[in-house]
């Protein structure tokens, strides 16, 4: 059971090149989110899904897109990069429905460092 | 909206000392999930505990320790005989009861360094 992975964990780019953060999981969890995270700053919510087919944004979603064409997968894209976007990005996922519990809670992958220079 | 306010941004404390994070939330929710997340050097984040808004029962988990009070909005994180291995970034987060969705509110973070 791999959880949430997160690639690629280190990326540099340079202002104004688009990527791509990959998150999968393998738990068929409902809700998936991406969070960005800054010095001082705590985490922040990025954009999130709740189902295939469904995203929505979260407190910082400028400069940023999202996707959800399956259950298990969730990019993140940087469409023209800047130097604000430096940060370290962390996917997380969990059960949609249901209090959460032991068995149901949210997890993180590992994140992922970007530079943008 | 949420928010949740970790005063504390760095504390140090010597080996074997007791150590406590203070961490205060913002809710209209009624139900409502408080977590705590350790954030070691290696950068990942490590759940520590969930709390539900409905459950004020206190949690002893070997060295570490939560008090959540509603009355005072408090979700505290005591670390006993605190250890080297113990320095860490540590976050206090909000997640709203409603189903469908699980966003957290995070804290600002604690930093914690225990001096050998």
């Known amino acids: 059971n791999a959880g949430v992975t997160q690639t690629p964990k280190f990326q540099v780019l340079k202002t104004g090149q688009s990527m791509t953060l990959q998150c999968a999981q393998d738990?068929?969890?409902?809700?998936m989110s991406w969070y960005r995270q800054d010095p001082g700053m705590g985490l922040r919510l990025i954009h999130y899904?709740?189902?295939?087919?469904?995203?929505d944004q979260g407190e910082v979603p400028n400069g940023y897109n999202v996707s959800r064409s399956t259950t298990e997968d969730f990019p993140l894209r940087l469409l023209s990069a800047a130097p604000s976007q430096t940060s370290v990005y962390f996917c997380?996922?969990?059960?949609?429905?249901?209090?959460?519990?032991?068995?149901?809670?949210?997890?993180f992958g590992e994140g992922s460092w970007l530079t943008v220079v | 909206a949420q928010k949740v306010t970790q005063a504390q941004t760095e504390i140090s404390v010597v080996e074997k000392e007791d150590v406590t994070l203070d961490c205060v939330y913002e809710?209209?929710?009624?139900?409502?999930?408080l977590f705590w997340y350790k954030q070691p050097p290696s950068g990942e984040l490590v759940f520590l505990i969930r709390r539900n808004s409905f459950d004020e029962q206190n949690e002893i988990s070997g060295r570490y320790s939560w008090n959540f009070q509603k009355s005072t909005s408090s979700f505290n994180f005591t670390i006993t005989a605190s250890q080297v291995v113990d320095s860490a970034v540590y976050f206090c987060a909000l997640s709203e009861g409603r189903t469908g969705r699980r966003a957290l509110t995070f804290g600002s973070g604690t930093r914690l360094q225990v001096q050998p």
């Open positions: 997380a996922s969990s059960y949609r429905t249901g209090r959460l519990h032991s068995g149901n809670t949210i997890y």
């Open positions: 899904s709740v189902g295939a087919g469904i995203t």
């Open positions: 809710t209209r929710d009624t139900t409502y999930y």
């Open positions: 738990m068929n969890h409902e809700y």
